[in-house]
């Protein structure tokens, strides 16, 4: 059982920036496509962004793109999502999770996700 753990939310304003960390408990971090969701109040989780387990390939909600990066560092069992320009609808709860199986390839599919951490929470202030 893989544990993750959500760290650099917070409240910043309009056009600022964060970075989001997610650190991994076990060693086989690097064996895992990893993904960010995020949970807006009385909404469904969606899916925000994903990295593959060289951190080669990538993939981003249309909501996010150009604005948010994803990144991964397999020998620190952390993956980051560097978040700038944001916007009040960016305000939600983020999740970071993890695909333990060998698929090829990032999903978008939040079923495909069998870990999850506790969440940090994004506010963004008009």
């Known amino acids: 059982q893989e544990q993750l753990v959500e760290s650099g939310g917070g409240l910043v304003q309009a056009g600022g920036s964060l970075r989001l960390s997610c650190a991994a408990s076990g060693r086989t971090f690097s064996s895992y496509n990893m993904g960010w969701f995020r949970q807006a109040s009385g909404k469904e989780r969606r899916f925000v962004a994903a990295?593959?387990?060289?951190?080669?390939?990538?993939r981003y909600a249309d909501s996010v793109k150009g604005r948010f990066t994803i990144s991964r560092d397999n020998a620190k069992n952390t993956m980051y999502l560097q978040m700038n320009s944001l916007k009040p609808e960016d305000t939600a709860v983020y999740y970071c999770?993890?695909?333990?199986?060998?698929?090829?390839?990032?999903?978008?599919?939040?079923?495909?996700?069998?870990?999850w951490g506790q969440g940090t929470q994004v506010t963004v202030s008009s």
């Open positions: 990295i593959s387990r060289s951190g080669g390939s990538t």
């Open positions: 999770a993890a695909d333990p199986t060998a698929r090829v390839g990032v999903t978008i599919q939040l079923g495909a996700y069998d870990y």
